[in-house]
């Protein structure tokens, strides 16, 4: 069974940092592509970065682009997301995401298999 489990959310003021984690198991790691999105009640989904592990493809998103970092580490099934300098408008469910077929780059909604989320609040 594939899981994706995401941690590392919480309370930041305006120009801090955090480090979400996803640990994936159920699947071959090196093989999938896996990625974080993240949605605001009321908002469509959006797409924030991923990885392809099997090409090393990366996808930023405008938004965050320069201040997110995401990477992999496949002894241990994870991926992180380094944020720093958030902005009240990073406030949102940071879900992570895996699929075998889709890459990196195209960073897709499509992606088959998503995790229940962690909460990121960016206020002072």
């Known amino acids: 069974e594939v899981q994706l489990v995401e941690s590392g959310g919480g309370l930041v003021q305006p120009g801090g940092s955090l480090t979400l984690s996803c640990v994936a198991s159920g699947f071959p790691f090196d093989d999938y592509s896996i990625g974080w999105f993240r949605q605001v009640p009321g908002k469509e989904r959006e797409r924030v970065s991923c990885v392809g592990n099997s090409d090393g493809s990366i996808f930023y998103g405008d938004s965050v682009r320069g201040r997110f970092t995401i990477s992999a580490d496949s002894a241990k099934n994870t991926i992180y997301l380094q944020m720093n300098n958030l902005k009240p408008e990073d406030t949102a469910v940071y879900y992570c995401?895996?699929?075998?077929?889709?890459?990196?780059?195209?960073?897709?909604?499509?992606?088959?298999?998503w995790g229940q989320g962690t909460q990121v609040t960016v206020s002072s």
């Open positions: 995401a895996a699929d075998r077929w889709l890459s990196g780059t195209s960073c897709s909604l499509s992606y088959d298999h």
